[in-house]
């Protein structure tokens, strides 16, 4: 019963997400629901104690994210630097590769260490008009940002700094660069599978004479640029390299700067305590906030006059598609938060702990975990905390290298957290104007090739031994 009681929530969350309800209103719903099922004595308990403190805790942490990357991106298309930057680009591969770009542009960012988020607010614009130009219709921009941005330079590729591929060397003893034979080949194939679907959308739209779009999903659009000559495409680049250098520069002074910890007492009246920050955790923050500031200077420094123009009207709707980005996910992040406090979770747990092999095992606990919570790293850092030793002990048993373990637990992470429900998957769909009805089916398409990739590698290592 507990179990089922778990199921009905996630599905009823899914659900509701899909029929373009609000998951701000939902997520509370769903997860105290299922408290209400499981025991009604923790209902107000778990909603203030569990519910609003991770809300609010992803909130302190992220917001600021969240608010400068809506802010970059509104500059980068006011000032006509995403205009000029697809005109280049359709001059150079070609408008039947638009799709191509925009994964390659998702995936530089990603894998210079710039956060998801960011990455759909920084490329969106230039995705809405490259497609317009090409006439690729709009439902598609989800699909692949999240090909770019959410598969294989999140979790395959070795080195990337994403947090997917950075936990599990707390509980494996392994780097970054762990298993790079089998990162490198589950990343070419997700790239070559899933660019191979898009396009056969894409060519599917064409021949059925379907345009960029219609009044149903011309929504939240990239206004046209109105400020004259276009900058040169170099010039118009040159934010999004800065982003992506500074972030990598800021990520390795941080920590040298500030040591692990800082502390600090407020200049108040009265004896005050002092105010103590563990700079290891937050570092990966405070480096992707500096440089998207560096960022959004840059932007203004070149194109100031058209900025300043459209200033005031810009960055008020980028701070209102902010608040409801981040809102939407710090609400899911609740909710997964409380669906794993419950028994029916510990259910799910222990039966998937069941599958005879161990890189199966791992793979299926990870990706079933993070489906549920709806996040990546949540559903990885739970498995890995109730269950590495297991895995570690797995391994030693069968010879199998603990960077193999990484490399899977690390992808499968990345597979199935983008249901429905996922924060990411919402954030993407609201930045672009479009419902889970529209443009859904694409996303989740490309859950599926990346889900797949993972058994590829198991595979690949059971028949080659390579690492």
């Known amino acids: 019963m507990a179990f089922l009681i778990v199921l ?19 997520a509370p719903i769903a997860a105290l629901g299922a408290v209400l099922l499981t025991d009604p004595s923790l209902v107000a308990p778990m909603f203030t104690g569990l519910f609003m403190d991770k809300m609010v805790g992803f909130l302190k942490l992220y917001f600021p994210v969240f608010l400068l990357g809506a ?18 680009t359709i001059r150079i591969v070609g408008a039947q590769r638009a799709m191509l770009s925009i994964v390659l542009v998702c995936a530089l960012l990603t894998y210079g260490g710039v956060s998801l988020f960011v990455v759909v607010f920084a490329v969106y614009p230039f995705a809405a008009e490259l497609f317009r130009q090409s006439d690729i219709p709009k439902r598609l921009i989800p699909g692949t940002i999240a090909l770019g941005a959410f598969t294989f330079t999140m979790d395959a590729l070795p080195g990337t700094p994403q947090i997917q591929n950075i ?12 298993a790079p034979w089998l990162g490198t080949l589950g990343g070419v194939f997700i790239l070559v599978v899933g660019m191979a679907y898009l396009d056969w959308r894409r060519r599917s739209a064409l021949k059925a004479g379907e345009g960029y779009g219609d009044a149903a999903t011309l929504v939240n659009e990239p206004a046209e640029f109105t400020g004259g000559k276009l900058a040169n495409p170099v010039v118009a680049i040159l934010p999004l390299v800065l982003v992506g250098v500074t972030n990598k520069l800021f990520t390795d002074w941080i920590p040298r700067a500030y040591g692990d910890s800082h502390e600090f007492v407020p200049a108040v009246v009265g004896n005050a305590a002092p105010v103590v920050q563990e700079v290891s955790k937050i570092a990966a923050i405070w480096a992707v906030e500096g440089a998207l ?3 959004i200077l840059t932007v203004i420094a070149f194109a100031w ?8 009207e810009g960055t008020r709707s980028a701070i209102g598609g902010a608040l409801l980005a981040s809102m939407n ?3 899911e992040y609740g909710f997964g938060a409380v669906i794993a406090a419950l028994p029916g979770f510990l259910v799910v747990a222990n039966a998937l702990g069941a599958i005879p092999n161990p890189l199966v095992n791992e793979a299926v606990t990870v990706t079933a975990l993070a489906g549920i919570t709806g996040s990546a790293s949540g559903g990885m850092s739970i498995a890995l905390a109730a269950m590495s030793e297991t895995f570690i002990a797995n391994a030693q ?37 479009l419902t889970h009805r529209q443009a859904y089916k694409d996303v989740f398409a490309i859950t599926i090739v990346k889900t797949l990739a993972v058994f590829v590698v198991i595979g690949v290592f059971y028949a080659t031994g390579l690492i």
């Open 329 to 331: 996910t710090a609400s």
């Open 167 to 178: 936990i599990p060397s707390s509980f494996f003893g392994t780097n970054a660069w762990a």
């Open 397 to 433: 048993a069968a010879g199998i290298p603990l960077e193999v373990f990484h490399r899977v637990a690390a992808m499968a992470s990345g597979g199935m957290d983008t249901l429905p429900h996922n924060g990411a998957v919402i954030t993407l769909l609201a930045v672009t104007g």
């Open 8 to 26: 009905a929530a996630l599905c009823f969350l899914m659900f509701v997400a899909y029929r373009g309800h609000s998951v701000i209103l939902f």
């Open 293 to 295: 500031l560096v960022g």
């Open 305 to 312: 006059k058209p900025v300043l123009a459209s200033f005031a």
């Open 71 to 88: 802010v970059f991106g509104k500059l980068i298309e006011i000032s006509g630097f995403s205009k000029a930057i697809v005109k280049a």
